[in-house]
Every structure is written in structure tokens, then in C-alpha cells.
DNA sequence: ATTGTTAATGGAAGTCATTTTCAATAAGGA
DNA sequence: TCCTTATTGAAAATGACTTCCATTAACAAT
């Protein structure tokens, strides 16, 4: 109750999982920084604050997190994943616009109507293939004004 | 001019590359399957009718088809690409379900409006974050008919 | 049909992101 | 404080794909 333990930690001993040094300071990177962050540079973050951390750990404290619904993870489809600290526990829903040459993301509010309209497609997918949709992912691959 | 020569052959002699025998029986896979083929797929379907192909070959002649405006590559993001003949040269556009659990890919015809909607957004980018937008794709994650 | 040039082949070795293994360590309940 | 066992980090393994390189085969020019 006096402020260092943030909502997080509660969360992730609610999920059954241990409050450990390595994890705080990659929860601390992660807390501290806005962009869309790859297993890697996590790392090279922690290692300057914390260097004993190994890629191991950050890899399986990464996916712990994704688990304990904290940090989404998401496929940039150049091989490397990226990970970001949730603001809220519900994350609204949002686009992706994904830059081809270096690989930033950008996060994008959804359109309500487009929003719609995937919704509905979502619908007629169930009926018309049988296909339980669980969750539809539009991203936009192009140039981010500084590579184009 | 005698049937043998399909209309991909003389695509891919204009794009300088020679059509050879592990070319062809690759092609020959791919066009006689309906599904979207990993490289794995292709090289053990290949291997049957044609024993000496080579892994890195399938590769190659995979990238080839694709330059060569042939066949389409899709990344369905579980780390693994999918590879397919196209029918016609202009592909309509369409979205994609992808089975989480057997990586299953379903092509679903791209509803207008939805459509209308993305371009939409897209132009929108453009605008608002100097983002210039390529190739927006829209996938639907979820289960199959038999997965779910 | 024969030849010569050079693109294409296939096996082995290399990448690169991520995962597994395993012995040592440290949370945190008792 | 002690004990159990989850967690750690280094090293080795994995899996999709690429690169190397010596050999082979397209095919354009004889
Ligand atoms: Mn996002
Ligand atoms: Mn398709
Ligand atoms: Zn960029
Ligand atoms: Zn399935």
C-alpha cells in the first residue's frame, strides 16, 4: 500500500507467479518506455539498469506477462515480436500501421465504423465457414514518414 | 502453342529465368494443390513426384514465382509462410482465417463495403501520421470447423 | 546436333529469433 | 530462519530460412 507496489504486482501474484528482481527491472523498462519494444532491445534496456539479466529470462518474463494479461505481444511479420505495456487492463481496440523498411509500429484508434464492419464480417464468418473468429488483426504495411 | 505450354511458362522465360525440370514439377504441386502450401509442404509433395529436389530449391523457386508475380506469399504468423498459385495475374483482394491451432487458411472474398472502409483509413494515414500505406491486411484469428 | 556460357541445383554449413536443458540461486510460506 | 520449489542464466538445441560452393544442365550461338 505505500506506492511500490504497483496494479502489476498484484496481478502477477494473483496469476501464482513471483515478485523477482529481474522481473521488476524488465517490468520497470517496460513501464518506462511508449514504443513497441522486441525481446532484444527489452534486453539491451534491462542490461544497462540490471546487468546480470539474461535474454533467457527476459524472453520467459515477456511471455509470463503476456500470460498475466499485462503486456500485449504482437507479430510484426518480420520475425521478431514486439511487446508493449498495456495502459489499462481492457485494451480498446486499434490498428497496426507497421513500417516495411524499419520496422516501427504505430498504434492507430479504430474507426468506429470500420470497427463495425469487421464485427459484422467476424459474424458471417461463423455462420458461413464454420470459423470461430477470436480475434481479427488489421495492419497496415507501408512507410513510416522518415523511410519513405 | 501445343497445351504444354502454360501461360506461366512464357511468364517466367520473360522474367530471363529458365524453366527447368525441378521448376516445373514444383509448379505442378502447386498448381494441382487448392490449399496454401508451407515450403515444407511443397518440397514433400514435390519429393514424391520428383525425388531429387532439393529443400533450398523449393525455396528458391518459391521466391522466383512470387517475383515472378505467380504465386502469392502469405505470412500467417505463426513463423511458417504459405505459398499459392494465383488464378488470374490481378488477384481480387480478400482476407484471410487462420486456424491458431492447424494453421489452416481460408480465403474469405472481401466484403465491399469493408473494403471501402479500409481504403478509407488508409488515405486517412496518410494524412494524419505521414504513413504511406502499402498493403493493408486483414486477418481473422481463430478455430476451424474441426479445431474449435 | 555440338558447344560454350552461365544460371540453376542440392548438400552442407550458417543465420537468427526463440526455446529447451540443467545446475545453481533466491522467493516467500512455514 | 529454514525449506521447498519457482526462477535464473549460460549453453546447447530448434526450426525456418539463407548462403556457399562445387557440380550440373538450360539454351543461345554455332
Ligand atoms: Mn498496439
Ligand atoms: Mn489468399
Ligand atoms: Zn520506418
Ligand atoms: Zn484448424
Known amino acids: 500500500m505505500r506506492g511500490h507496489g504497483r496494479w502489476f504486482h498484484g496481478r502477477i501474484r494473483g496469476c501464482g507467479y513471483r515478485l523477482t528482481l529481474p522481473r521488476m527491472k524488465i ?34 518474463t515477456l511471455e509470463m506477462l503476456v500470460a498475466s494479461g499485462i503486456v500485449v505481444k504482437i507479430d510484426a511479420g518480420d520475425g521478431k515480436a514486439r511487446y508493449k505495456f498495456k495502459k489499462t487492463l481492457e485494451e480498446e481496440p486499434h490498428f497496426h500501421l507497421i513500417c516495411k523498411k524499419c520496422g516501427n509500429i504505430i498504434d492507430v484508434k479504430a474507426d468506429k465504423e470500420l470497427e463495425k464492419n469487421i464485427h459484422r464480417a467476424k459474424e458471417e464468418y461463423i455462420k458461413r465457414y464454420r470459423f470461430k473468429v477470436d480475434n481479427p488483426q488489421l495492419r497496415f504495411y507501408g512507410y513510416c514518414e522518415s523511410c519513405k
Do not use: M, Q
Not at 31 to 60: C, M, Q, W
Open 27 to 60: 517490468i520497470e523498462v517496460l513501464n518506462s518506455s511508449n514504443g513497441h519494444l522486441s525481446a532484444e532491445d527489452v534486453f539491451v534496456k534491462v542490461h544497462r539498469i540490471y546487468p546480470a539479466v539474461g535474454l533467457t529470462t527476459v524472453y520467459r
